[in-house]
């Protein structure tokens, strides 16, 4: 079945360094999104990928998704403590709604 | 607008136990899932709906139930409660195939 990798499963930065996790399918996806987690709190949406190669900014973070459409990164420019969270990619296969599969996700602690 | 309403928050229950975990959107939208997330991990799919009278599988559905009488109400009922079921559930729902508005989750152990 559909697998959905994420590295690194942890990741620990300076406050003010940047920050990227990756996200990698085992098969070709029709989109990939990425969701945010506060501590104790509910993934909240951050953005979907539907092209290959796209690039999408919002404000200091950047998502790509890949050529082939089988990889994405999300990248965090001068982090900042707000950004303290667990990073979740989920690609959706071509088969529809059912075919959703979240990575593992990456928590990310800012060092102040 | 409240979004998305999970209730209870918190629940302890035993084994063998039954209950209901309510989720109630205000956003008119025709999808709704059910999620639950075991610790360090990302989020595995329980069951889904594309709108009132329909609902399917998701990957791990054994051991749940659900319906969805309502646009607005998709409850998630557990029969015979098991200590494999302690884990964090999600309901979220959206206009598309893919979740976007996520509840704040009900907590759930069962000793």
Redesign the interface.
Known sequence: GQQ?M?IPQYQHVQEGEDFTTYCNSSTTLS?I?WYKQRPG?????LI?LVKSGEVKKQKRLTFQFGEAKKNSSLHITATQTTDVGTY?C?G?NSG???K??????TKLQVIP | NAGVTQTPKFRILKIGQSMTLQCTQDMNHNYMYWYRQDPGMGLKLIYYSVGAGITDKGEVPNGYNVSRSTTEDFPLRLELAAPSQTSVYFCASSYSDMPQHFGDGTRLSIL
């Open positions: 959905v994420q989109n999104q709190g509910h993934p909240v949406f979907q979740f989920a959706e529809g709604y059912q959703v599969t979240f990575g593992i996700g």
